[in-house]
């Protein structure tokens, strides 16, 4: 499977690609109060789209800046995926434009570094399939019938953690890997109907979701609520300073291009005949993605567990 993605890019590559025309075409993005949705906004902007942009407050800097920078063809407004009141008048206020709905960009998401016995409860995959699995479906599911009349498409943020389970964000993948298995089930079903979805699935990046201070201090939370006798199990305050720098860690090493996902997203958008997966990551971290990927899962979690980071800590600090 992975080879015939491989072989289809390249083919895709050497090919004349066409683009659809923005006029009067609308696009709805969620999350765009930080991070990739906040900057794409410019983009899709710049090419013409009247954008509606969902943020969590229209008040913010975050949503002055858009109003600054963008035509006045945006329109920013309140958008909380988890509420059905939110969306649904939204979808309204796209309705009732004069413009075709053409693509509905699912952005936004949450993250937390976290064990899977730490804190009270399952408060953390409750409040992560929230919005990144529930919220992601309630968006597309009342956008639907507009998105049949255009047929247009759904684009949907998946992850490379929808691929691999990584140690310390189990709630985080879970979530990925329902959405990708969310776009393939929405696009066998939409076929009929010439609307497309599209899942890009970003490795690392440095965006407000990887913000080191918000992380750290969500952790150190969740630390003081965890039981005493299961922090004691794990190694006590020792396994904690050392969760708190292999958080630093792979913050560290998060790639800062983000445009190389931004413009997968216009792509996803604009294309006339897109890919059904974009992978977003460095040339040279692709070929070791692939290599994880046909490894047996034994070896895998080698990779994606302490082994395989406490060796590369200890080359980084060598470096140093």
């Known amino acids: 499977m992975h080879i015939s993605w491989f072989l289809a890019h390249i083919l895709r590559n050497y090919?004349?690609?066409?683009?659809?025309?923005?006029?009067?075409?609308?696009?709805l993005i969620t999350g765009c109060d930080s991070g990739f949705g906040h900057h794409v906004v410019y983009q899709l902007d710049s090419y013409g789209f009247h954008v509606f942009a969902g943020v969590l407050s229209t008040d913010s800097q975050s949503s002055e800046r858009l109003r600054v920078k963008c035509s006045d063809r945006l329109k920013i407004t309140k958008l909380d995926v988890t509420q059905e009141d939110d969306v649904k008048r939204v979808v309204k206020e796209i309705e009732e434009s004069s413009f075709d709905l053409w693509a509905v960009l699912n952005n936004a998401g949450i993250a937390q570094y976290s064990l899977v016995e730490m804190g009270p409860g399952i408060d953390i995959f409750e409040k992560t399939f929230a919005v990144n699995v529930f919220g992601l479906v309630r968006v597309t599911k009342h956008c639907l019938p507009l998105l049949r009349k255009s047929g247009g498409r759904v684009v949907n943020m998946a992850s490379v953690a929808g691929r691999f389970t990584f140690w310390g964000i189990t709630a985080y993948c879970m979530s990925k890997y329902a959405v990708r298995a969310f776009s393939?089930?929405?696009?066998?079903?939409?076929?009929?109907f010439g609307v497309k979805v599209v899942t890009i699935e970003p490795n690392m990046y440095k965006t407000e979701i990887v913000n080191l201070d918000?992380?750290?201090?969500?952790l150190d939370q969740i630390w003081d609520k965890t039981d005493p006798q299961i922090r004691e199990d794990y190694g006590g305050h020792r396994f904690h300073q050392q969760m708190r720098?292999?958080?630093?860690?792979?913050?560290m090493i998060s790639r800062p291009q983000i445009h190389e996902v931004l413009?997968?997203?216009?792509?996803?958008?604009?294309?006339?005949?897109?890919?059904?997966?974009y992978r977003c990551a460095a040339i040279t971290e692709k070929p070791s993605i692939w290599l994880l990927s046909i490894l047996p899962e034994s070896a895998q979690d080698f990779f994606l567990t302490g082994k395989a980071w406490k060796t590369a800590l200890d080359f980084y600090k060598c470096k140093q």
Do not use: H
């Open 15 to 27: 090919s004349q690609l066409e683009y659809i025309s923005p006029k009067n075409r609308a696009i």
């Open 214 to 218: 918000t992380l750290s201090n969500a």
């Open 263 to 277: 413009d997968v997203q216009q792509k996803a958008i604009t294309l006339c005949e897109p890919d059904l997966y």
């Open 245 to 251: 720098n292999r958080l630093k860690y792979n913050v």
């Open 184 to 192: 393939d089930g929405l696009r066998k079903e939409l076929s009929r």
